[in-house]
Nanobody, 122 residues
Framework: VQLQACGGGLVQAGGSLRLSCAAS????????MAWFRQAPGKEREFVGG????????YYVDSVKGRFTISRDNAKKTVYLQMNNLKHEDTAVYYC????????????????WGQGTELTVSS
């Protein structure tokens, strides 16, 4: 599956932004989806994931209550709604896909998107 992430940009602290990740090439409904991020000089970090059936989500503690992952199978797209953004959320955000994934966090994904950059000004 090919993944295309978009929606990044420059946002002030406290603001909101929604990232999108569109999939193509195969059935989307059986894909567990996740978001990662990599800040300058840091390792890639798992942010959150949604099960392939959409019934469960998981978030890293630093974004709980601020970020929400959702999916639209008809549009083959997963979203990351980010609210109350902080400077430390500044990173390149990547989406990833793995067939029938239900448990998170995990790092073994079969497909990765190219990344979209978010900058949060303080």
């Amino acid at each position: 599956v090919q993944l295309q992430a978009c929606g990044g940009g420059l946002v002030q602290a406290g603001g909101s932004l929604r990232l999108s990740c569109a999939a193509s090439g195969r059935t989307f409904g059986n894909l567990g989806m996740a978001w990662f991020r990599q800040a300058p000089g840091k390792e890639r970090e798992f942010v959150g994931g949604i099960s392939w059936y959409g019934g469960s989500t998981y978030y890293v503690d630093s974004v709980k209550g601020r970020f929400t992952i959702s999916r639209d199978n008809a549009k083959k797209t997963v979203y990351l709604q980010m609210n109350n953004l902080k400077h430390e959320d500044t990173a390149v955000y990547y989406c990833a896909a793995e067939r029938y994934a239900t448990e998170y966090p995990r790092t073994d994904f079969e497909s990765w998107g190219q990344g979209t950059e978010l900058t949060v000004s303080s």
